[in-house]
C-alpha cells in the first residue's frame, strides 16, 4: 500500500539488527521511509549512513520520537528507557527488541494506552506465536521454552557470570538455567527475548517455564516450545542461524523487524 505521506521510521542502536532493517528501508519498503537513527559511536553510524541512497541525521535516542512515527529500539538494554519513555510520551508506534526490560516497565502500556501510541513487539527469532497468542483467548495450561546455544552466545550474561561458568571450558550439553522467563530474561537479558515475546503471547512470564542450555555441539541457536491449551497441543523447532558479528543475535531477528514493518503497511497481511 502507497501511501502519499509515508510513516516515519526511527532507529535506536545501528548494530546487526538496526543496520540491516535501515538498510531495507533505505532500499525501499512501500508506505515507509528512514527517517533518523541513533547510536552510541555518532561517527562510525554516520559513515555507515554515508553509503546509503538517503542519508539521514544521527540524533540522539530521546530525539527519534521527534521525527519518526515509529521508533525501533534495538539498542543497548541500559539504554531502553530512554527511548521507550519519549516514544510512549509522543504517542508514536514503539517497537522494542529488549523485550525482557519491557517486564519491567509494563507502565509503559497503560501509558501508551491513554496517550495514543501502540507497543508492537516483533516475533523476533522466534516462531508460532500466532498459534500462542490463538490459544491465549481460550486456556492455555502450560508454555515451555528450552533454548541450546552455542557456548560463546552466551558469554556475558548476568547468570552466567555469578555462577563464575566457563562456558570456553565445556564440552558437553550443560543446563545452566532452568526458570520462569521472568528470571530468564534478568540473568540472560541479551539472548532470551524470544521467551519474553512468548511469556506475552501466552500467559506471562511467571508461568512460561524456561530452560537455557550451553551446548557445544550445536552451531544454530536452538529454541524448542510447547505448548498444552485446551484448545491444541503443540510443539515448535526453530534452528535460528548466529549473525556472524553477534552470536548471541539471530539473522532471522532484523527480518522479523522488517516483516513486521511491512504488515503496518501492507494491503495484505497474513498471520493473527
Known amino acids: 500500500m502507497t501511501r502519499s505521506s509515508p510513516l516515519r521510521v526511527g532507529i535506536g542502536g545501528l548494530g546487526t539488527i538496526g543496520l540491516a532493517v535501515a538498510s531495507a528501508l533505505d532500499d525501499g519498503i512501500d508506505g515507509l521511509r528512514l527517517a533518523a537513527v541513533s547510536a552510541r559511536d555518532r561517527d562510525r553510524a554516520a559513515a555507515r549512513?554515508?553509503?546509503?541512497?538517503?542519508?539521514?541525521?544521527?540524533?540522539?535516542?530521546?530525539?527519534?520520537?521527534?521525527?519518526?512515527?515509529?521508533?525501533?529500539?534495538?539498542?543497548?538494554?541500559?539504554?531502553?528507557?530512554?527511548?521507550?519513555?519519549?516514544?510512549?510520551?509522543?504517542?508514536?508506534?514503539?517497537?522494542?527488541?529488549?523485550?525482557?526490560?519491557?517486564?519491567?516497565?509494563?507502565?509503559?502500556?497503560d501509558r501508551a494506552a491513554a496517550g495514543g501510541g501502540r507497543i508492537i513487539v516483533p516475533t523476533g527469532a522466534l516462531l508460532g506465536l500466532d498459534a500462542v497468542r490463538a490459544a491465549a483467548e481460550g486456556e492455555i495450561h502450560a508454555v515451555t521454552m528450552v533454548t541450546r546455544k552455542p557456548p560463546r552466545g552466551l558469554k556475558g550474561a548476568p547468570h552466567v557470570e555469578k555462577l563464575g561458568l566457563d562456558l570456553d571450558a565445556i564440552t558437553e550439553p550443560t543446563r545452566i538455567f532452568d526458570g520462569p522467563a521472568r528470571a530468564a530474561a534478568t540473568g540472560f537479558p541479551a539472548n532470551i527475548n524470544v521467551a519474553v515475546a512468548l511469556s506475552l503471547a501466552g500467559i506471562g512470564p511467571d508461568r512460561t517455564m524456561v530452560e537455557i542450555w550451553a551446548d557445544p555441539k550445536v552451531t544454530r541457536n536452538t529454541h524448542r516450545i510447547r505448548v498444552e491449551a485446551e484448545a491444541a497441543r503443540f510443539e515448535m523447532t526453530i534452528e535460528g542461524v548466529p549473525a556472524p558479528d553477534n552470536p548471541a543475535t539471530g539473522r532471522l531477528t532484523p527480518l522479523s523487524v522488517i516483516a513486521c514493518l511491512r504488515g503496518l503497511v501492507g494491503p495484505l497481511r497474513v498471520g493473527t
Do not use: K, N, Q, Y
Open 49 to 109: 549512513l554515508a553509503a546509503f541512497r538517503r542519508p539521514v541525521p544521527v540524533v540522539g535516542l530521546a530525539d527519534l520520537a521527534e521525527t519518526a512515527d515509529i521508533v525501533i529500539e534495538c539498542a543497548p538494554a541500559a539504554v531502553f528507557d530512554e527511548v521507550a519513555d519519549a516514544a510512549v510520551a509522543a504517542g508514536r508506534i514503539f517497537m522494542p527488541l529488549s523485550v525482557g526490560v519491557l517486564l519491567r516497565r509494563m507502565d509503559l502500556v
